[in-house]
Nanobody
Framework: QVQLVESGGGLVQPGGSLRLSCAAS????????VGWYRQAPGNERKLVAD???????NYADSVKGRFTISRDNAKNTVYLQMNSLKPEDTAVYYC?????????????WGQGTQVTASY
């Protein structure tokens, strides 16, 4: 059974940094596109950044120049480096991935990790 587990969230002052990790485990043949999404209370879940299997990246305008998504295919792990955090970045961050397991391509979500930028 495939699982996605996020880690690295927490409380940080505005202007600070955090690095989120999304680790996939289980019977994995390959991982295609991986995205980080976030959802603040009362708002819909929105894409923050994604990365293809080849490493091509895409960012929401609100995080360009501050966040960097990367992946380590050998470790089945994707990272989100978040710098210059703002209070409006506060949300639950979710990892989403398209994963080949048992010859079937499926979409998976992690359980989420809270990021809070506040004094």
């Amino acid at each position: 059974q495939v699982q996605l587990v996020e880690s690295g969230g927490g409380l940080v002052q505005p202007g600070g940094s955090l690095r989120l990790s999304c680790a996939a485990s289980g019977s994995i043949f390959g991982i295609n596109n991986v995205g980080w999404y976030r959802q603040a209370p009362g708002n819909e879940r929105k894409l923050v950044a994604d990365i293809s299997r080849s490493g091509r990246t895409n960012y929401a305008d609100s995080v360009k120049g501050r966040f960097t998504i990367s992946r380590d295919n050998a470790k089945n792990t994707v990272y989100l480096q978040m710098n210059s955090l703002k209070p409006e970045d506060t949300a639950v961050y979710y990892c989403n991935a398209d994963i080949y397991s048992d010859s079937v391509l499926k979409n998976y979500w992690g359980q989420g990790t809270q990021v809070t930028a506040s004094y």
